[in-house]
């Protein structure tokens, strides 16, 4: 092997990344090459000396602040909210009283779950959208064009989200991206008007029709309702007279 | 018309991982504890990811955390393997698309390697013993961020080429030849640091 074939072998020699043969080699000519022994040296220096001082540990309150992220995420309060489901009729099984107390249970959790359930979509939604602002990924498609961006959910999706484009209106189509809301994949079609950004989410309903609620939730307007076959969440620190006209045009 | 920055961590860990979640309940036996069993043990490497590709620490702290969130949302997506390569090819994109949102010139830009030849002799290697940690840092801080990631994932973080592949979506040849650029780059620096009594 010559110089020339081993110099750009020498860092995966010394980091033992080359096949037995090659590695047999590349040691041979390191030995009968002043240079590339230098080389040799100099690399096990340099990698001795970074990994001795320039590594970064995470701040302790670093570690605090992530476990304390993970608990409030909308993610695992779900599967919170599964234990406390399974273990209803469990406890019916018990005794009388246990199961005096299930069934006073099983007639009075639905009721409490189904609130918890529709406040954490709530909470999952506006979750959504901020990370979608925080972080860039608010678009995987980006175009004004509804015949770019509808195509797109194609295959990634399980549904074709109605996409339109009410630029016109001064709602002006940004683009879409997959998101997981109510233990699915949904749609997030993004809009702009003016200033602000808004997500729109969209996956099949269960076919019953619901008219607009509004709501606010830290600081965010939302605009839930069912219309076509599809859920709607829309999702904005806009006004509630322009979420209304927003609202008003997805469902025309 | 999708913009380069836009693609970065949505193509790797958004979509992808999306549409691979297809159907998928994240309701499984796996919980919070569970996660933070297997992904909170490699918070120091992903936080040194963090703070080397960013340079800078309260902003690698947000994406840390950011990288965190989402690895949890799409946990239903890491189907075994190496928790730490999954968990630093999240924190890698989200940097990235941080960097992307909020400086421009800071985006990794496409590199053409056989315009920069590496014909000087070697650094001596006890010059390189010799140098301190502030000169070290001041070397890694000027280094370009395609170099600079791959020598964490190396030489700080001990990954394989193989697994450095995979975090870093390049080709094994690649990540060889800017892992060997990367040092060489490191080696010169300090020896110019030193020559200049460690002023850059």
Same mark, same amino acid.
């Given at each position: 092997m010559t110089c020339e074939d081993a110099r750009p072998l020498l860092d995966a020699h010394v980091d033992r990344e080359l096949d037995l043969a090659t590695d047999r080699e590349v040691t041979r000519h390191v030995s009968e090459c002043e240079r590339c022994t230098r080389e040799v040296e100099s690399i096990r220096a340099l990698k001795k000396a970074l990994n001795e001082s320039v590594r970064a540990r995470a701040p302790q309150v670093l570690h605090r602040r992530i476990v304390d992220a993970l608990g409030d995420s909308p993610v695992v309060d779900r599967t919170r909210l599964t234990r406390a489901a399974g273990w209803v009729p469990r406890s019916s099984a018990i005794a009388i009283p246990a199961a005096i107390a299930a069934v006073l249970a099983l007639l009075l959790v639905p009721r409490m779950f189904r609130e918890d359930q529709g406040d954490f979509l709530v909470r999952e939604v506006v979750a959504a959208h901020v990370r979608s602002t925080q972080v860039?990924?608010?678009?995987d498609v980006l175009s004004s064009d509804r015949h770019t961006v509808k195509p797109w959910f194609e295959g990634k999706i399980d549904f074709s989200p109605p996409v339109t484009d009410f630029q016109a209106k001064t709602f002006k189509l940004v683009g879409g991206r997959v998101d997981y809301l109510d233990d699915r994949p949904v749609a997030a079609l993004v809009y702009q008007h003016g200033p602000h950004l808004i997500n729109v989410f969209v996956w099949p309903s269960d076919g019953s029709e619901r008219g607009p609620s509004l709501l606010t939730r830290s600081g965010y307007n939302l605009d839930h309702f069912s219309h076509a076959g599809m859920n709607y969440w829309i999702v904005s620190d806009l006004g509630v007279d322009e979420m209304q006209k927003l609202a008003a045009l997805l469902r025309s | 018309m999708v913009k380069q920055g836009l693609r970065l961590v949505p193509a790797a860990s958004d979509s992808k991982v999306a549409a691979g979640a297809r159907?998928? +309940? !994240?309701?499984?036996? %796996?919980n919070r504890d569970d996660f933070q069993r297997t992904f909170l043990p490699y918070l120091d490497a992903a936080y040194n990811l963090a703070r080397w590709v960013l340079k800078n620490e309260a902003d690698a702290q947000d994406v840390v955390q950011e990288a965190y969130l989402r690895a949890l949302r799409f946990r239903?997506?890491? #189907? /075994? /393997?190496d928790p730490r390569a999954w968990l630093l090819t999240i924190v890698r994109n989200t940097a990235y698309t941080w960097l992307s949102r909020? #400086? *421009?010139?800071?985006a990794p830009v496409p590199f053409e %390697? %056989? +315009? +920069?030849? &590496? %014909?000087?002799m070697p650094v001596d290697a006890e010059l390189i013993r010799r140098a301190d940690a502030r000169a070290l840092r001041t070397a890694m801080e000027e280094l370009p961020t395609e170099f600079r990631e791959i020598v964490v994932l190396r &030489? !700080?973080?001990? !990954? *394989?080429y193989k697994e450095i592949a995979e975090v870093a979506d390049l080709p094994i040849g690649t990540v060889m030849s800017r892992l060997a650029r990367g040092r060489s780059r490191l080696k010169r620096a300090l020896h110019q640091l030193a020559c200049s009594g460690g002023r850059p």
């Open positions: 860039d990924h608010l678009t | 159907g998928k +309940h !994240l309701t499984g036996p %796996e239903a997506t890491f #189907r /075994g /393997g909020n #400086r *421009s010139a800071g %390697e %056989e +315009h +920069h030849p &590496d %014909e000087a &030489d !700080l973080e001990g !990954l *394989s």
